[in-house]
């Protein structure tokens, strides 16, 4: 990655998924708590004290970067799995805040599977409305726009069918007119072998797009 960021001359920031800390509630499970943020501001307890990762990733962070970094107002948004659903939330939610934004493998349904479910419940409650603003097929059928969806997704992935569900986001950017270009690949799990496959190509689409006025 580092390669390819000092190729195309932009400043990849890679933040953690949840806050840490002894102090911070947790789980034991690793697809909640300091495993699994959701990039969400949690709003029941224990949970809404600190996590708030998608006021974090949105505000606090591109502050800190500005302030330590020669950075520009000019940023995109990427993210694997969990964390590409974060950053197609954020893209979704805030379109004039980012120039485009990809991911590998996101969850594109949370709201409608398991895992999302899980989290929903336990950080948003049981009121399934604000699951919603967490959704990126939701989010779009309500309206919400960017120009471009870059997506890559393993045909050999466990979590395709049940979890992650990426023909939905296809099909309602197909529907509300949404350019997209998500590729399939035979072979290809859900592991860091896949990212580290096509990071590079996902790091020069976002250049090109940034270095677009």
């Known amino acids: ?9 932009i400043i990849v920031v890679a933040p953690d ?3 840490r800390g002894s102090h911070v509630a947790d789980a034991d499970r690793y697809d ?3 495993g699994a943020g959701f990039y969400l501001n949690a709003t029941q307890a224990p949970w809404n004290e600190h996590y708030k990762m998608y006021d974090y990733i949105r505000n606090e962070l591109p502050d800190l970067v500005m302030q330590h970094f020669p950075a520009t107002a000019r940023k995109s948004i990427s993210g694997h799995s969990m964390g590409g659903l974060g950053a197609l939330v954020l893209a979704l939610r805030n379109p004039d805040e980012y120039v485009s934004v990809s991911a590998f493998r996101p969850f594109v349904s ?6 999302g479910q899980q989290a929903f419940a336990a950080y948003l409650g ?9 959704d990126p097929v939701s989010l779009i059928s ?3 726009r960017v120009a471009e969806i870059m997506v890559d997704q393993g045909l050999s992935d466990d979590f395709y069918a049940e979890q992650l569900r990426t023909p939905n986001l296809e099909k309602i950017c197909q529907e509300m007119n949404i350019k997209t270009l998500i590729r399939y ?4 799990d859900h592991s860091y072998y ?6 590079g190509e996902h790091i020069a689409y976002h250049a090109n797009k940034l270095n677009m006025r």
Do not use: C
């Open 1 to 9: 990655m580092q390669r390819y960021a000092a190729e195309h001359n």
């Open 17 to 19: 998924t949840s806050p």
């Open 32 to 34: 909640l708590g300091q």
């Open 110 to 115: 949370p709201s409608q599977v398991p895992w």
């Open 126 to 134: 049981e009121n399934k409305e604000a699951w919603l603003d967490y």
């Open 142 to 144: 309500q309206g919400q």
């Open 185 to 188: 690949h035979e072979g290809y």
């Open 194 to 199: 896949f990212v580290s496959s096509f990071i």
